[in-house]
């Protein structure tokens, strides 16, 4: 009895360090969407259980290789692809994309998109994709900023005139412009030109012209004038808001003026006495003009037209 108790002792222990054998421990890689875990786990054991001690978490529509009922026995990799909704961004149009893992180089050869020469997109094509991840194709173009004197030559992704404006830190005043505007978008070849716009107040004086009135007189002969009242031009200080585009005058605006000097308006008597004719000639003075000497002496000489036209000259 007492060898066969024996006996019964020893096949226990050899059945349990057989369990214990059959029993070890195995490392296992969870790659989730591109982050790798570690996992030291007993084994053999299912891939449920492995995520469940790990603590992570699967969402509806996700995907598991190996699948979740698979019984791990050895050191191996998990992946799981996850359901992600992704914005898409092409020439300025967003949508919705739904895809399970993959990376960006996935997404756009589901969605047929070859990247051009001057095309781009914001992340690694290697990166994996993630929810709410918001993937952009952007286009480069080859453009001309004319500013301040200087003309730049660049490669620009930016969308707008303002856009590209911003990324050259150049900075508008409230009165300077920008053409294109501001607002368009930005194209292959565009010429891009922001004008210095400022404005100054200049104060000029400027002549007043005088004016001349004629005044009728029977005592002269018909057709004879003489200025009675020498005219003279006035002067005025007047103000102007000037306006300068890149240092260059554009145009001025008068904003007030003040008279200075008030002209001197000119007066001419007209002749309209009717002169009989004389000596009996039958020859009548059919007009007599006045003209001074320029030096100022009150001195000149009339210029006298008579019927027959012949002209005379006598002297004052």
Same mark, same amino acid.
């Given at each position: 009895?007492?060898?066969?108790?024996?006996?019964?002792?020893?096949?226990?222990?050899?059945?349990?360090?057989?369990?214990?054998?059959?029993?070890?421990?195995?490392?296992?890689?969870?790659?989730?969407?591109?982050?790798?875990?570690?996992?030291?786990?007993? +084994?053999?054991?299912?891939?449920?259980?492995?995520?469940? *001690?790990?603590?992570?978490?699967?969402? *509806?529509?996700?995907?598991?290789?190996?699948? #979740?009922?698979?019984?791990?026995?050895?050191? &191996?990799?998990?992946?799981?692809?996850?359901?992600?909704?992704?914005?898409?961004?092409?020439?300025?149009?967003?949508?919705?994309?739904?895809?399970?893992?993959?990376?960006?180089?996935?997404?756009?050869? &589901?969605?047929?998109?070859? #990247? %051009?020469?001057?095309?781009? +997109?914001? /992340?690694?094509?290697?990166?994996?994709?993630?929810?709410?991840?918001?993937?952009?194709?952007?286009?480069?173009?080859?453009?001309?900023? &004319?500013?301040?004197?200087?003309?730049?030559?660049? !490669?620009?992704?930016? !969308?707008?005139?303002?856009?590209?404006?911003?990324? #050259?830190?150049?900075? #508008? %005043?409230? *009165?300077?412009?920008?053409?294109?505007?501001?607002?368009?978008?930005?194209?292959?070849?565009?010429?891009?030109?922001?004008?210095?716009?400022?404005? *100054?107040?200049?104060? !000029?004086?400027?002549?007043?012209?005088?004016?001349?009135?004629?005044?009728?007189?029977?005592?002269?002969?018909?057709? &004879?004038?003489?200025?009675?009242?020498?005219?003279?031009?006035?002067?005025?200080?007047?103000?102007?808001?000037?306006? /300068?585009?890149?240092?260059?005058?554009?145009?001025?605006?008068?904003?007030?003026?003040?008279?200075?000097?008030?002209?001197?308006?000119?007066?001419?008597?007209? %002749?309209?006495?009717?002169?009989?004719?004389?000596?009996?000639?039958?020859?009548? +003075?059919?007009?007599?003009?006045?003209?001074?000497?320029?030096?100022?002496?009150?001195?000149? /000489?009339?210029?006298?037209?008579?019927?027959?036209?012949?002209?005379? /000259?006598?002297?004052?």
């Amino acid at each position: 009895m007492k060898t066969m108790k024996r006996m019964m002792i020893l096949g226990t222990a050899v059945f349990l360090l057989l369990g214990l054998c059959a029993c070890g421990k195995a490392t296992v890689q969870v790659n989730d969407g591109g982050m790798i875990t570690e996992i030291e786990t007993s +084994v053999p054991r299912t891939v449920e259980k492995i995520l469940e *001690d790990a603590e992570i978490v699967l969402n *509806d529509g996700d995907e598991v290789s190996p699948t #979740l009922d698979t019984k791990i026995s050895e050191a &191996q990799e998990i992946v799981i692809s996850r359901k992600n909704t992704v914005n898409l961004t092409v020439g300025g149009e967003t949508k919705e994309v739904v895809m399970v893992g993959g990376k960006v180089s996935d997404l756009l050869e &589901q969605e047929g998109i070859t #990247l %051009g020469e001057k095309q781009h +997109v914001n /992340y690694d094509l290697d990166e994996y994709l993630k929810d709410g991840m918001d993937v952009k194709i952007s286009y480069s173009f080859s453009i001309e900023v &004319q500013c301040d004197g200087e003309t730049n030559a660049c !490669e620009t992704e930016a !969308e707008t005139v303002s856009d590209v404006l911003a990324e #050259l830190k150049i900075t #508008l %005043g409230e *009165d300077d412009r920008v053409t294109p505007a501001a607002t368009e978008k930005v194209t292959e070849g565009m010429k891009i030109v922001v004008n210095r716009v400022t404005f *100054d107040t200049v104060a !000029e004086t400027e002549e007043i012209a005088y004016e001349t009135s004629y005044e009728n007189d029977s005592s002269m002969a018909k057709g &004879q004038e003489q200025v009675s009242t020498k005219g003279e031009n006035g002067e005025k200080e007047v103000t102007y808001q000037v306006t /300068y585009v890149d240092g260059v005058e554009e145009s001025r605006e008068a904003t007030g003026e003040t008279v200075t000097k008030e002209p001197v308006n000119e007066v001419v008597k007209v %002749g309209t006495k009717e002169e009989s004719s004389s000596g009996g000639s039958g020859r009548t +003075v059919v007009s007599k003009k006045q003209f001074d000497d320029c030096d100022g002496s009150g001195h000149g /000489y009339y210029e006298i037209t008579y019927s027959d036209g012949s002209v005379e /000259y006598e002297e004052y």
